[in-house]
């Protein structure tokens, strides 16, 4: 057998992982058991809720261990299955770790990808974890409707740029928020955006008080900090907020104060929500059947930024955190697999 | 004609509105116009709605003007009618002012009061906004279930006291939170809450701690200030919070911080929203339905302070946010008019 390769987690971060958070060790691989199965990671996903699975605290899942392989999401190609619904040649999506090869009884896989005619990189993207939270955190939370104003942070990142899109087809007026020219331009040329703010220039506040003349009736929010500060005191009547990030806290201990929400809240008659992506675990393949064709016809665009080599992995999520990348994150394992 | 007293705003109250805001003066009423209505208000209602009503900012309808009268609930017999919708003698609830009498096209009139084998005052409380707030906050954003934890604050209260009973009723465990033991008794030996918390008393967390083994389901919030704090982190998967009131802010200027909401709200997929009983106004009928025969089976209890005379009125706002009052507060202007 191969030796595998694993990217475990040595120390436990304050705020956000950096690469010294981590190292790399090797590890000869199992043989199988029955009911289990082994995968060839192609590609591993780099996502910011990954700040939340190494903190210790102020979460939704227990917190990776130290000394473990770090949790992620990762698609690969069964290279051999002892598992009655895996064959070997399949190409599966799921749990598979910061690591060469998994082991694994099948629990953590989440789905077969199935389209093939796509690369298969897009299904830790656009139609992965993140296409898939930007579909129903928008339609279950954010319930856009034809002529509203839809403001999103973090509009150029792998799920703001989605929900920007989504809204765009749902009929809304789309403005994102995003850090820097370059970002807040591809927001517009790239993703169609009606309008794109760059936080960093200029006053935020007049900046969303021209572009969203009419309030705003969607604020799909990624961020937490003094972006929603700002957008708050514009929502109109029913205003719905989806919370899906906060990514403008570095920490949460100790926990940090902002302008209270409540009576925004209450004189707007307006709903602020937070969305978990695991809540819709079951219906991953509703989310893709609506995305995939989107993404064939061109309708729906999407940026990635690969990097090579899971020697890349340790520093990759305090990169996300710096606002480093254009694109959905993802590191390569291996070129000549698929 | 008689002569009507009127309330009327004086100056611009910066926060809660006292006595010296307001002054009486009396005015001679003008002979009726077709479609207009003579109504002699017999109570007057005591919000902590009102608060905002006369603040010139952070609200959800224009303010008061200098020199109006003082928009107010009450509820009154109609003295005589040239509107085809009234005539002399129903009694009729609405925006009728603080006054001893209200000309009126219909437009302030909410409903005409039918359950007449109840006292009349009720359709100001638990039959009247009080009631009809307590039974759509809750049953539409609240949303009880079964075993559920809900916690309710200003518990006392004309809204809170409701609540908490519709919540048992629904199945829950209910806690509340008030202000003095004696109100915090009232909870539970006359509202039959399963356990109340005094929030002057001993520390909040502990007691929410101890009350609320099983964490919080529903928090249904009239308070937004370190009462809430307390709450948020003790909120369970998919909580529902009900933002109906901010009592413990006593003013939004300059704007209060508090602990940001976000990482609470997305951690446990959870809502926060914000009521307005005014986009109910036209489901008014469906609520009295359903809680008048709780009133008369004994199912709902309630509790009502009235003070006599209209020049009781001015200093009454007052009196509510500094928690004096042990039920309805309302102004009864004539005692021999039913």
Redesign the interface.
């Known amino acids: 057998m191969p030796v595998n390769r694993q990217v475990v987690l040595t120390s436990r971060p304050h705020g956000i992982p950096q690469a010294e958070h981590f190292a790399i060790r090797e590890s000869a691989l199992p043989a199988l058991q029955p009911g289990e199965l082994l995968v060839r990671n192609l590609y591993l996903s780099v996502d910011p809720a990954m700040r939340g699975w190494v903190n210790a605290a102020?979460?939704?899942s227990d917190p990776v261990a130290v000394g473990e392989v770090m949790r992620s999401f990762a698609v690969g190609r069964v290279v051999e299955s002892r598992h009655p619904d895996y064959a070997a040649g399949m190409h599966v999506m799921g749990m598979l770790g910061w690591q060469d090869y998994a082991v694994t009884d099948g629990k953590p896989i989440r789905r077969i990808v199935r389209e093939t005619d796509l690369p298969l990189s897009l299904s830790l993207g656009v139609l992965g974890l993140n296409g898939i939270t930007a579909h129903f955190a928008l339609s279950t939370l954010g319930r856009p409707q034809p002529g509203e104003t839809l403001v999103v942070s973090t509009a150029a990142g792998a799920v703001g740029s989605i929900v920007g899109q989504l809204g765009r087809l749902a009929g809304c007026r789309v403005v994102g928020i995003a850090g820097g020219e370059e970002k807040r331009r591809i927001c517009v040329e790239e993703f169609g955006f009606d309008a794109a703010i760059d936080y960093r220039a200029g006053d935020l506040a007049q900046a969303l008080e021209q572009h969203c003349p009419d309030g705003v009736d969607v604020y799909f929010?990624n961020t937490?900090g003094r972006i929603?500060d700002a957008v708050l005191p514009r929502i109109n009547?029913h205003a719905r907020i989806v919370?899906?990030?906060?990514a403008a806290?570095a920490s949460?201990d100790p926990?940090?104060?902002?302008?209270?929400?409540?009576?925004?809240?209450?004189?707007?008659?307006?709903?602020?929500?937070?969305?978990?992506v695991w809540?819709y675990e079951h219906r991953y393949e509703e989310a893709v059947a609506h995305l995939a064709p989107l993404v064939r016809s061109g309708a729906l665009r999407y940026r990635e930024e690969i990097q090579d080599g899971l020697e890349s992995a340790p520093g990759a999520i305090a990169d996300l955190y710096a606002g480093r990348n254009l694109g959905k994150r993802l590191i390569r394992l291996t070129s000549n697999d698929e």
């Open positions: 102020a979460n939704y929010d937490a929603s009547r919370v899906c990030g906060t806290i949460w926990w940090p104060e902002g302008p209270r929400v409540e009576r925004h809240l209450l004189n707007k008659a307006a709903q602020m929500a937070g969305f978990l809540d």
